[in-house]
């Protein structure tokens, strides 16, 4: 049968590709040979729920995943998503049984991993591998990838992004691009396969730092620095094309291949604090005055504690003698204010004392908004219905009225009712409103204790954008056809492409208008399988796994 390899390159924009084209021969070659074109991402545009949007062809109330974060049901707190959290299956799990070999790497949010007939090697966000961590199916392939690599395999690099270390981390960048390039390129030679799906994600995190330097309108842009890192995200696009290139060596020109990224890209101005917006309304309303913001009595209690926080970071030993002490009412306390110090006073709701008796709204993550629910929250004071419609839609008429600093012009403002955009029985989990402020330019944070409401010097100089790429080839693709396609739409075209039904519950359609006139891919009628969606709940990682995970979002930025 026909071999399918699919490649994802994480966060790559359709306007980057087509401004240094000449420079990308692999992905420029297959763009000629194939059908290409915009994939529109999940609202809002995140890794996570992207990336399983593709691999299941659902929508996130399906999935019951939202974002980086993970609601914990009846509490005002979260965790972090993980792959037990994905309630829709993945693509290859209708290719059991048929004696498809599938292979899985580095695809964002697949730790812990599943089973399946193949092998599959986690992507990130996860625990940091030591040397013992467990990450791959079979699990005897992680100690073998860390044998092959010479070192425990790293998922991103454990380097924190900031303002002055550019230089530095695209270095880091390359560096992890070439080893994930590496375990790719060897896995897909040594084992037997059909279907094969690759993702490099340093792509997405170069995009984040590097824009600026290209980007002479961008406030953050200085031409002296700029000087020598201008072609420091063109350096990325090149050598993941080179990435591209070595995968390709392992299929032939009756195989088909197809490039994807969950988003794009754009700049990044400021970023605007919507917890502090909604507390200087009256939406939301903490205890004792108390702002999260870095206080005497915090930075005495952080100091004091700051060696316990460093063993527990370094020691399994000391985690496994402080364990039973965790969770009692003085250890979160003086885990809130070592937080509060560490993270410079910019700390989330589950870390401050809110009284949600008073609260009506509230951030959990960047971009959302909920409403205290009655029947939903465990103190929900909001009534479903009309009550909560017109709250909305003050919400929405103040947000309007924003401006930036320094600048008359009010904020360009979108806004999105989760019923427009969600269907499944996740729908009470969504947020009640998505938010992106001038075009994406302005981030929307969950953070409180900034003691302003926007940051005109945030860390990330670019986030993501909805529009991301879709290249597809093979044979009976057509050749030059341009089109556009929803996230969801992939998961549905590739079982058709391989010969098998469309589950009924995927939200995505088959993409008809690829496939050559006269084709088979054209002639077979799309079947139907009558499928459901899981909905049991995610299981949690442990606290030092959590720990590792938020560890890597706030070091590229995620969280700030």
Same mark, same amino acid.
């Given at each position: 049968?026909? @071999?399918?390899?699919?490649?994802?390159?994480?966060?790559?924009?359709?306007?980057?590709?087509?401004? &240094?084209?000449?420079?990308?021969?692999?992905?420029?070659?297959?763009?000629?040979?194939?059908?290409?074109?915009?994939?529109?991402?999940?609202?809002?545009?995140?890794?996570?729920?992207?990336?399983?949007?593709?691999?299941?062809?659902?929508?996130?109330?399906?999935?019951?995943?939202?974002?980086?974060?993970?609601?914990?049901?009846?509490?005002?707190?979260?965790?972090?998503?993980?792959?037990?959290?994905?309630?829709?299956?993945?693509?290859?799990?209708?290719?059991? *049984?048929?004696?498809?070999?599938?292979?899985?790497?580095?695809?964002?949010?697949?730790?812990?991993?599943? !089973?399946?007939?193949?092998?599959?090697?986690?992507?990130?966000?996860?625990?940091?591998? #030591?040397?013992?961590?467990? /990450?791959?199916?079979?699990?005897?392939?992680?100690?073998?990838?860390?044998?092959?690599?010479?070192?425990?395999?790293?998922?991103?690099?454990?380097?924190?992004?900031?303002?002055?270390?550019?230089?530095?981390?695209?270095?880091?960048?390359?560096?992890?691009?070439?080893?994930?390039?590496?375990?790719?390129?060897?896995?897909?030679?040594?084992?037997? &396969?059909?279907?094969? #799906?690759?993702?490099?994600? !340093?792509?997405?995190?170069?995009?984040?730092?590097?824009?600026?330097?290209?980007?002479?309108?961008?406030?953050?842009?200085?031409?002296?620095?700029?000087?020598?890192?201008?072609?420091?995200? @063109?350096?990325?696009?090149?050598?993941?094309?080179?990435?591209?290139?070595?995968?390709?060596?392992?299929?032939?020109?009756?195989?088909?291949?197809?490039?994807?990224?969950?988003?794009?890209?754009?700049?990044?101005?400021?970023?605007?604090?919507?917890?502090?917006?909604?507390?200087?309304?009256?939406?939301?309303?903490?205890?004792?005055?108390?702002?999260?913001?870095?206080?005497?009595?915090?930075?005495?209690?952080?100091?004091?504690?700051?060696?316990?926080?460093?063993?527990?970071?370094?020691? !399994?030993?000391?985690?496994?003698?402080?364990?039973?002490?965790?969770?009692?009412?003085?250890?979160?306390?003086?885990?809130?204010? /070592?937080?509060?110090?560490?993270?410079? *006073?910019?700390?989330?709701?589950?870390?401050?004392?809110? =009284?949600?008796?008073?609260?009506?709204?509230?951030?959990?993550?960047?971009?959302?908004?909920?409403?205290?629910?009655?029947?939903?929250?465990?103190?929900?004071?909001?009534?479903?219905?009309?009550?909560?419609?017109?709250?909305?839609?003050?919400?929405?008429?103040?947000?309007?009225?924003?401006?930036?600093? *320094?600048?008359?012009?009010?904020?360009?403002?979108?806004? &999105?009712?989760?019923?427009?955009?969600?269907?499944?029985?996740?729908?009470?989990?969504?947020?009640? #409103?998505?938010?992106?402020?001038?075009?994406?330019?302005?981030?929307?944070?969950?953070?409180? *204790?900034?003691?302003?409401?926007?940051?005109?010097?945030?860390?990330?100089?670019?986030?993501?954008?909805?529009?991301?790429?879709?290249?597809?080839?093979?044979?009976?693709?057509?050749?030059?056809?341009?089109?556009?396609?929803?996230?969801?739409?992939?998961?549905?075209?590739?079982?058709?492409?391989?010969?098998?039904?469309?589950?009924?519950?995927? =939200?995505?359609?088959?993409?008809?208008?690829?496939?050559?006139?006269?084709?088979?891919?054209?002639?077979?009628?799309?079947?139907?399988?009558?499928?459901?969606?899981?909905?049991?709940?995610?299981?949690?990682?442990?606290?030092?796994?959590?720990?590792?995970?938020?560890?890597?979002?706030?070091?590229?930025?995620?969280?700030?």
């Amino acid at each position: 049968m026909n @071999k399918l390899l699919i490649i994802g390159l994480d966060g790559a924009s359709p306007e980057l590709i087509q401004r &240094w084209k000449p420079d990308l021969p692999h992905l420029s070659k297959l763009i000629e040979r194939g059908s290409s074109g915009t994939l529109f991402s999940t609202i809002p545009p995140r890794s996570v729920p992207a990336w399983y949007s593709f691999v299941t062809g659902a929508n996130p109330a399906k999935l019951g995943v939202f974002g980086f974060s993970q609601r914990l049901p009846d509490k005002y707190d979260y965790t972090f998503a993980n792959f037990t959290y994905c309630q829709a299956p993945p693509f290859w799990h209708w290719l059991e *049984g048929t004696g498809v070999k599938t292979a899985v790497i580095h695809v964002p949010g697949t730790y812990p991993p599943r !089973p399946l007939d193949g092998f599959l090697v986690s992507g990130w966000p996860a625990p940091t591998n #030591m040397g013992n961590l467990t /990450y791959t199916h079979p699990q005897e392939l992680s100690r073998e990838i860390d044998s092959f690599l010479g070192q425990p395999f790293e998922f991103s690099s454990p380097i924190a992004i900031e303002h002055e270390n550019d230089h530095q981390m695209l270095a880091e960048r390359l560096r992890i691009l070439e080893m994930h390039g590496d375990v790719a390129a060897h896995l897909l030679q040594d084992r037997d &396969w059909q279907v094969a #799906m690759v993702v490099f994600s !340093p792509l997405d995190r170069a995009s984040h730092q590097f824009w600026r330097h290209m980007d002479a309108q961008h406030p953050a842009h200085d031409p002296q620095q700029s000087e020598l890192l201008q072609n420091a995200l @063109k350096d990325v696009y090149v050598a993941s094309d080179r990435q591209l290139g070595r995968l390709l060596t392992n299929i032939g020109e009756n195989d088909w291949v197809i490039v994807v990224s969950d988003h794009g890209f754009g700049p990044t101005h400021r970023t605007f604090y919507l917890n502090e917006w909604l507390q200087q309304k009256g939406y939301l309303v903490l205890k004792e005055q108390d702002t999260g913001r870095v206080t005497l009595r915090s930075q005495v209690v952080a100091a004091l504690a700051k060696p316990a926080f460093v063993l527990n970071d370094i020691s !399994p030993l000391f985690r496994r003698l402080v364990a039973p002490l965790k969770k009692r009412a003085l250890s979160n306390f003086v885990r809130t204010e /070592y937080v509060r110090v560490k993270e410079r *006073g910019l700390v989330r709701l589950n870390h401050l004392p809110v =009284d949600w008796s008073r609260t009506v709204a509230y951030c959990p993550d960047e971009s959302t908004l909920y409403l205290n629910l009655r029947g939903r929250d465990p103190q929900g004071i909001v009534e479903p219905g009309a009550e909560a419609e017109r709250i909305l839609n003050e919400i929405e008429q103040g947000l309007r009225q924003l401006k930036a600093p *320094g600048e008359e012009r009010e904020l360009e403002v979108q806004v &999105w009712r989760k019923e427009e955009i969600y269907s499944g029985p996740y729908l009470e989990e969504a947020p009640e #409103m998505i938010i992106a402020l001038d075009d994406f330019r302005t981030n929307v944070m969950a953070e409180m *204790g900034a003691g302003a409401l926007f940051d005109s010097n945030p860390r990330w100089s670019a986030n993501h954008r909805p529009e991301g790429i879709m290249v597809v080839a093979g044979p009976g693709i057509r050749s030059g056809y341009k089109t556009e396609a929803q996230i969801v739409d992939m998961a549905p075209t590739v079982l058709h492409m391989l010969g098998l039904p469309v589950p009924s519950t995927m =939200d995505g359609s088959v993409l008809e208008a690829l496939f050559a006139p006269g084709s088979s891919l054209q002639r077979r009628d799309v079947q139907i399988l009558e499928s459901h969606i899981d909905t049991d709940q995610g299981s949690d990682l442990t606290r030092e796994e959590l720990a590792e995970i938020e560890k890597q979002l706030k070091d590229l930025g995620y969280l700030n």
